[in-house]
């Protein structure tokens, strides 16, 4: 729907996507590629350990806190819990409606990912700051990103801080909310009169000063239709990789486009607990040709369940939001790695090799030269890797068919 250009939003992130393309593959830059490289070569396989280790500690004790700002009533709280997956009636759910203004800088935690931190700021107009104090007074140095959720009507407050953040350097994002009330009770030509909106908003930006800006048009009631998907798809990619991880396992799986961004975003990782599991902690198995160590694969699994909306609290939330059952929901969930994970069940699957047998997947595809030879050397991260791959596969087909169900409006 945009083009390249329109898709960077505000503020360097299509400079920032560029320099992190490079890395785009393996979470690794290619520093740290050629570290890589001439450990294995010295060291073997062993020798990538540390390395290997250091960047899987750095994806979890990464933190990303999204501001969400905007004037009153414009939809900001409601934004941040369809992005927690929670219904305003949740306790944990940031408050909704038109008494409920929020007064100062108020965090929401992911449920599942604490980690993962969406703060509800005051509006400009709703605070007795000029635009030039707001931002020190919201300690703007904090978050990774700015997200301006804009009403009907674009104010001089928007400007005003449109143009601030801007001069900050941040990355600023537009979201234009409701958006299913424009089509209420009214018929018109859909694209035509989106375009026509998009327009009205762009304008007016152009005028306070800032180019190239990109509003996305939204509703919370309706993902599925408008912009949700490309503001999603936007703000991913303005991350470095290791913030784009905890963004897209903090996402809802709201649509089939965000899982299988989540399932891109796993498939990096894949390689590096092949890595990790035929080398520390590795034991020989009995019936296997090669040691591995079945902990790192335990944890693994439950993390993609966990990443792809598959745990029980996650499916219940979705069925809060969509006003499903949740036996509904998981009803479509057939595969057998949603039952207890432990390791007499991964061992299981690696002798009986159900998960190992479907039809090989090729390695080396997305995996460049130095894993190539990893591969090469060590079959338990051949096979491994392709448990996990297989795995990974499976889990985010039943996701897909969780989301078909929950989307199906009754
Ligand atoms: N139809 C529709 N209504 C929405 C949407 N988003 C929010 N609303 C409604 O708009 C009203 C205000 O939403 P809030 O999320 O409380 O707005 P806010 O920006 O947090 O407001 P303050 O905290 O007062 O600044 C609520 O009644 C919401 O249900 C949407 O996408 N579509
Ligand atoms: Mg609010």
Known sequence: MFSERQRTGLGGAKSRAKMHQSSEVLFFNPQ?????????SSGGLEATVPLIQEKLNNLKSAKLHIAVTGESGTGKSSFINAMRKLDDTDERAAKVGNTETTMKP???????????SFWDLPGIGTTTFPAEDYLTEVNFQKYDCYILVLGDRFNENDANLAKEVNRLGKT??????????????????????????RNYYVD???????????????????????????LIETLANSFDDIKKDLFLKSLPSMTIKILEQKRN?????????????GTIGAVPIPGLSFACDLGI??????????????????????????????????????????????????????????????????????????????????????????????????LTE??????KVALVSD
């Open 32 to 40: 740290e590629l050629k570290r890589l490289e001439s450990s294995y």
């Open 265 to 277: 975003q796993l498939k990096k990782q894949i390689w590096m607990l092949a890595t990790l599991s």
């Open 398 to 403: 039943n996701a897909k068919r969780v989301v």
């Open 172 to 197: 600023l994002y537009f979201v234009r909310s409701k958006i299913d009330l424009v089509f209420q009770n009214k018929v018109v030509e859909k694209e035509k009169e989106l375009d026509k909106i």
């Open 204 to 230: 007016k930006l152009r005028n306070a000063g800032i180019s190239e800006a990109t509003v996305f048009l939204i509703s919370i009631f309706q993902k599925t239709e408008f912009d949700f998907d490309d």
């Open 106 to 116: 108020t965090p929401y935690e992911h449920p599942d990912f604490p980690e993962v």
């Open 297 to 394: 694969l335990v944890t693994a699994i439950i993390d993609f369940r966990s990443y792809l909306g598959l745990n029980d609290d996650s499916l219940q939330r979705l069925a809060n939001m969509t006003g499903k059952r949740v036996e509904v929901l998981k009803a479509a969930v057939t595969t057998p790695l949603m039952g207890e994970i432990n390791e007499d069940f991964v061992k299981r699957i690696l002798l009986g090799s159900t998960y190992l047998a479907i039809s090989a997947i090729e390695i080396g595809l997305d995996i460049i030269p130095v894993v190539g030879s990893i591969f090469g050397a060590a079959s338990s991260f051949a096979m491994t890797y392709k448990l996990l791959r297989n795995a990974l596969e499976d």
